[in-house]
């Protein structure tokens, strides 16, 4: 099998999804930084891998590519137990996983883009405050689903709770109180206490050294 190469950016909540994945489901990858505030994904080079210059990008083999986080999410836990068998419970995965994209990505992680990671809240004062409520609105609705509920789909832990997990649990970090919402942080702890859990600050060891 061909080893799996990860082009990520480290503060990423999307890079972070798959570094979690691969750690919990014990898949050794080579992770590639590509620092997107350098203009890294910019270059001809990285345009090649994906031309909508993002990261993360995943080589399943030479040359060939896998982009958009929840894509890659889905393609790697095809079979295992973090994607249902089930067709409606699978479809209910890939339900979350274009609700976070679609109501909750724009709002919570580009907040916490230009407040921690551009370090631009000031610049970005207006835009900020118009990602609020909105931003809320998607935390009101994981938040009324996990009060009967220990995951988001099946009360089994799937790659819906990894998609929504990765930027919801650094949602302080773009300006959002998540003391409004207790089953939103039990739900918290629980995804950190899974077998392989990795922080979002993790970075896997070289694969030579693995085998030093």
């Known amino acids: 099998m061909e080893t799996l190469r990860l082009y990520d ?15 919990q489901m014990g898949i050794p990858y080579e992770r590639i930084e590509v620092n997107i505030l350098k203009g890294e994904s910019r270059t001809p080079e990285f345009l090649s891998k994906n031309p909508n210059g993002k990261i993360p990008v995943l080589e399943v083999e030479p040359g060939k590519y896998l982009t958009e986080s929840n894509a890659i999410l889905a393609y790697l836990s095809e079979y295992t137990e973090f994607l249902p068998y089930d067709r409606f419970l ?57 009060q009967s509920r220990l995951y988001f789909v099946g009360d089994r832990y799937t ?34 206490a899974q077998p392989g859990y990795i922080s979002i600050t993790y970075q896997p060891m070289p694969l030579e050294a693995e085998f030093c």
Request: a positive charge; glycine letters at 6%.
């Open 159 to 192: 790659i819906a709770d990894i998609a929504l997990f990765a930027y919801t649990h650094v949602a302080d970090e773009g300006g959002f109180d998540l003391s409004r919402f207790p089953a939103i942080q039990k739900w918290i702890e629980r995804i950190k």
């Open 9 to 23: 950016f480290l503060p990423s909540g999307n890079g972070y999804k798959i570094r979690l994945l691969l750690s």
């Open 90 to 146: 699978k479809a209910q995965v890939l339900q979350w996983l274009f609700f976070e994209q679609y109501s909750h990505e724009p709002y919570i992680a580009t907040s916490r883009f230009w407040i921690s990671i551009l370090g631009k809240a000031k610049e970005y004062q207006a835009a900020l405050a118009q990602k609020q409520e909105p931003g809320y609105a998607a935390l009101r609705v994981m938040e009324n689903h996990l």
